[in-house]
C-alpha cells in the first residue's frame, strides 16, 4: 500500500561523531553492504553489464569492491558511516 503523505524521519546523527579508529571498520562494513547488495542480485539473476539494465537484469556495479569507482564505494561507505552513527547515537559502544 502505498501512501503519498510519507515523509521519512531517520534519526539525526549529524553531530555523532566516529572516533579515527572506526574508519578501518567503515571500510570493512562498506565492503560487505557491496558484497551482501551483489549476492542478492545475483542469486534474482542479474549479471555484469557495461550500462545498467533492469529489463535485462544487468548492472556495471556488478564486480569486487575493491574495483567499483570511488563514487560507487562512497555511495557503500556512506551506508556504513550511517549504520555506525545510528548505533552510537542509540548508546552503544563499539569496541574491538
Known amino acids: 500500500m502505498a501512501t503519498t503523505n510519507y515523509t521519512p524521519q531517520p534519526l539525526d546523527t549529524s553531530h555523532v561523531e566516529l572516533p579515527d579508529e572506526l574508519q578501518q571498520l567503515v ?3 562498506a565492503k560487505n553492504v557491496h558484497e551482501v547488495w551483489a549476492e542478492k542480485r545475483i542469486a534474482q ?3 555484469w553489464g557495461v550500462v545498467r539494465n533492469d529489463r535485462l537484469k ?11 569507482p ?3 564505494k562512497d555511495f557503500d561507505r556512506n551506508t556504513a558511516v550511517g549504520t555506525l552513527k545510528f548505533i552510537m547515537k542509540q548508546g552503544f ?4
Do not use: F
Open 93 to 96: 559502544k563499539i569496541e574491538k
Open 27 to 29: 571500510e570493512q562494513l
Open 45 to 47: 539473476g542479474w549479471e
Open 58 to 68: 544487468k548492472h556495471p556495479c556488478l564486480m569486487p569492491y575493491e574495483d567499483l
Open 70 to 72: 570511488e563514487e560507487e
